[in-house]
């Protein structure tokens, strides 16, 4: 017994120096030249595949991806922050990108074995070791959809064509395939002042906003353009759609609670009204778009976003039918 003992430990140190070994010695070949060794990679591929299958949200949870400005909208986002790895559809990435250990897959290649569900929990998490990154912001579900519903629109073969940015690209032609293009979930910046867009810039570029298509978007462009974009965006006109105009009976519930609130709610326009003055203390919301009004404002209820303390505790009480209701309101034409 003692003796099995004394083996089982002799053994047991022996390996730990073996691995002490590799680690200090440099032993172990990190070359991605040189690969996996064999078997590594289906070892490695076959517990990426069981981990995404244990951890996917259920299918229930899926929204409607089948929406023309939601594609649209994650395409967008596709163009500059997936293209460098994994090609615009029918087209390659890079040579220096297929020397990847493990390559990106090209997209068709990517999307085609996984349900949405599963492109979902990858997009938002990433792959650690694989170079595949998670989603830059936390709590933005509403914009790995977007992502996903593109990727959904691809293995469907009715993907979008993809604005795709060159060297010669100008920033504003770069912010102009979102804005002004797009509509849903992405805002009107007509209707704000060049003060307003500007302090947003800076917030998403800090992470005080966390919104991971638009921190894409103002680290693609460099800094000391972005006071400039916050003027031309503020003069430019607007025009892309939205949802449908709602029933007049939200409009009206809509209304009288922007107006009035209730006994949790405070009412919205004592801030983003007009006052005597001419000046308010919040953003103008009236002409803004339906569907990116719904998705702030359930940022602002669930704490998401919190980077005005006042705009939280405002939003804090909402339910999901004020919101549509508010929303309905502010983007009546
Ligand atoms: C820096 C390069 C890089 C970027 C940028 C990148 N990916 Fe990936 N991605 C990878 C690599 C590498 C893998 C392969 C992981 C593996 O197979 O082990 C991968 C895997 C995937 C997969 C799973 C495919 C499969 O079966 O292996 C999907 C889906 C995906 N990426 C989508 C995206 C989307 C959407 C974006 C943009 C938001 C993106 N990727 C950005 C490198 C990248
Ligand atoms: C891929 C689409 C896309 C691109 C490209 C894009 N945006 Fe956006 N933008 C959005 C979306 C979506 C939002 C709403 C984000 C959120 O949830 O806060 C937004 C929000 C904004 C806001 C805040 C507006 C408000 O009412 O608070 C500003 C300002 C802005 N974008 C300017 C720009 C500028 C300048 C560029 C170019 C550097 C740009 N955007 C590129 C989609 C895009
Ligand atoms: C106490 C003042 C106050 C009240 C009350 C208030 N808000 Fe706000 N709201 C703000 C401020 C300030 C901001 C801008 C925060 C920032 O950018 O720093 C804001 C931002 C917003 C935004 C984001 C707009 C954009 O373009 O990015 C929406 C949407 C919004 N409020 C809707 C509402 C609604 C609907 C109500 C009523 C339920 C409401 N607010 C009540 C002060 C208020």
């Known amino acids: 017994m003692r003796a099995v003992l004394l083996t ?16 200090a010695l440099g032993l172990y070949n990190v070359s991605a030249v040189a690969g996996h060794l064999p078997g590594v990679s289906w070892v490695l591929h076959t517990t990426f595949r069981n981990s995404v299958w244990l951890r996917a949200p259920s299918e229930e949870e899926v929204p409607e991806l089948d929406d023309a400005e939601l594609i649209a909208l994650g395409a967008g986002h596709y163009a500059t922050a997936c293209v460098p790895c994994h090609g615009a559809p ?31 929990w990858i997009v938002e998490n990433g792959i650690k070791m694989t ?4 989603w830059p912001a936390e709590g933005r579900d509403d914009e790995v959809w977007a992502v996903v519903a593109y990727l959904v629109s691809v293995q469907g073969e009715v993907a979008p064509e993809l604005e795709l940015q060159t060297g010669g ?30 302090a947003q810039l800076q917030a998403y570029r800090s992470g005080k906003r966390p919104s991971g298509i638009m921190a ?8 000391e353009r972005l006071s400039e974009l916050a003027t031309h ?7 892309a759609g939205d949802a449908p105009v709602a029933s007049a009976e939200l409009v009206v519930k809509g209304e009288a609670l922007a107006r009035e609130g209730t006994r949790d709610v405070p009412t919205c326009l004592a801030c983003h009204g007009e006052r005597e003055d001419g000046r308010r203390k919040g953003p103008v919301l009236d002409g803004q778009r339906r569907g990116f009004l719904e998705v702030q404002l359930t940022l602002w209820r669930d704490g998401v976003y919190a980077y005005d303390p006042l705009m939280h505790a405002a939003a804090r009480d909402l339910s999901n039918e004020d919101i549509e209701a508010l929303a309905a309101y502010f983007a009546r034409r």
């Open 169 to 198: 690209s100008e920033p504003e032609e770069y912010c102009a395939s979102c804005h002004g293009e797009v509509g849903g979930q992405v805002p009107r910046l007509d209707l704000l002042s060049a003060e307003y867009l500007e």
């Open 131 to 134: 170079g595949m990154p998670g």
């Open 233 to 239: 965006f503020a003069e430019t006109a607007d025009e």
């Open 90 to 120: 029918g087209q390659e990435a890079s040579a220096t990108m297929q020397a990847m250990v493990p390559e990106p897959p090209q997209i068709e290649e990517a999307v085609a074995h996984w349900e949405a569900n599963e492109l979902f």
């Open 216 to 223: 894409q978007a103002v680290t693609s462009v460099p800094e």
């Open 8 to 23: 089982m430990a002799a053994l047991a140190a022996l390996g730990l120096t073996g691995a002490v070994a590799v680690v």
